[in-house]
């Protein structure tokens, strides 16, 4: 039996009651900031190639056609990192906290979007963890399913899945335990 001997220190969030003690917590794989990591490479080469090209080779003459090209080409560089931003921003407001007495899943936005799902680890009825693919295998990640009487919970891209899987695991067990010794 593994024992995890660090906790983080508690942290507070909305939703959490004041006896929950909470055992670690994680976001998601750095690999959902992949693809959008290589769109804004992609997209800034395109604007430098672009910029080396209307202004470097062919170096337009006419200067409203120029002040046209440069603007365009500054609001599509503006807009690859803006949409690049979201997606770190998403990436860091996305949080799966696991307490002594349930698991929640945080997935917030800035502006628009507030979803806050709760299962407790006492009614789960059963615990998947899947790893789709050679990807998924070598950098460890994959997707748990927390199961409940009619609530199905999945934390897609867990990174080292075995390891939160075998947390959790542990955690339903020494509070089903403990729980077992406290009852008169």
């Known amino acids: 039996m593994v024992k995890y ?3 983080p220190a508690d942290i507070v969030f909305l939703g959490k009651d004041p006896e929950e003690r909470c055992h670690f917590y994680f976001r998601q794989h750095w690999i959902r900031l992949f693809w959008p990591l290589i769109r804004v490479i992609a997209w800034s080469a395109f604007v430098g190639m672009a910029l080396w090209l209307f202004v ?5 003459q006419d200067a409203s056609l120029r002040r046209i090209t440069l603007i365009f080409l500054a609001m599509t560089w ?6 690049f931003l979201t997606s770190v921003y998403r990436h860091f407001l996305y949080i799966v906290v696991v307490t002594d007495q349930r698991v929640h899943r945080i997935k917030r936005t800035l502006v628009t979007h507030n979803d806050h799902q709760t299962i407790g ?12 693919g050679l990807v998924q295998n070598l950098l460890g990640f994959g997707t748990l399913t927390l199961e409940a009487q009619e609530t199905v919970l999945k934390i897609h891209f867990t990174p080292r899945i ?6 959790i695991l542990h955690i339903k067990e ?10 008169p």
Not at 78 to 83: D, K, N
Request: zero cysteines; aromatic letters at 10%.
């Open 5 to 7: 001997t660090h906790a």
């Open 56 to 60: 470097g080779i062919f170096g337009i």
């Open 78 to 83: 503006l807009l690859a990192h803006f949409l």
């Open 121 to 132: 680890l006492q009614m789960l009825q059963d615990i998947y963890k899947s790893q789709h």
């Open 162 to 167: 075995a390891e939160k899987y075998e947390r």
């Open 174 to 183: 020494v509070e089903r335990s403990r729980n077992k010794h406290n009852v």
